[in-house]
């Protein structure tokens, strides 16, 4: 869920890729940054969540069956010592990249998708989804919504921020 949020949030993906800019001096990663904000995807691509207990919420159940019938993600449950189900891992099969990479040759428009998730990786990359939701905690508009309310836009913000570290790096 913690992925899905910042692909469906472009303004908190760009906000958390300024992070990384801002660690490693990422010039080129700064630049599509900036091209989220040109092509108004805080707008454009927005898909709300609702707040839930454990943060951004959707049922990915029907999804994720659909998908698994098909053979494409094999669902793991990863249990403690206890026995308790500590975390939930999604196995993409190589028959899913095989047909993602066919949707990609078909539709071309659909690769912004896959550029999306290149991004999300670049955040995400050896965090877990824990790590992940407490990231979007720091948020303090994120933080404060109310539970059921939809997530808000943090769009505002973290254009002044690109401003400022554009100002400094270039």
Same mark, same amino acid.
């Given at each position: ?46 898909? /709300? !969540?609702?707040?839930?207990? %454990?943060? &951004? ?6 999804? #994720?069956?659909?998908?698994? =019938? ?45 550029? /999306? !998730?290149?991004?999300?990786? %670049?955040? &995400? ?6 790590? #992940?939701?407490?990231?979007? =905690? ?33």
């Amino acid at each position: 869920m913690a992925m899905d949020f910042l692909v469906r949030y472009p303004d908190y993906l760009a906000d958390a890729l300024l992070d990384v800019v801002e660690a490693e001096g990422d010039l080129d990663l700064l630049k599509k940054v900036e091209g989220i904000f040109d092509a108004d995807e805080p707008s454009v691509r927005l898909v /709300r !969540m609702v707040r839930w207990k %454990r943060g &951004a919420y959707e049922n990915i159940a029907d999804a #994720l069956a659909l998908l698994s =019938y098909y053979g494409l993600v094999r669902s793991m449950q990863l249990k403690g010592e206890d026995g308790k189900v500590r975390r939930y891992e999604y196995q993409i099969s190589s028959k899913a990249m095989a047909f993602l990479d066919q949707c990609v040759a078909d539709h071309p428009d659909l690769v912004w998708y896959r550029d /999306r !998730m290149t991004l999300v990786m %670049r955040v &995400a990359s050896g965090k877990s989804g824990s790590k #992940l939701k407490d990231w979007q =905690y720091e948020h303090p508009t994120y933080g404060k919504t109310l539970h059921g309310d939809l997530i808000p836009s943090i769009r505002v913000e973290v254009e002044k921020r690109l401003r400022a570290i554009s100002e400094n790096l270039k």
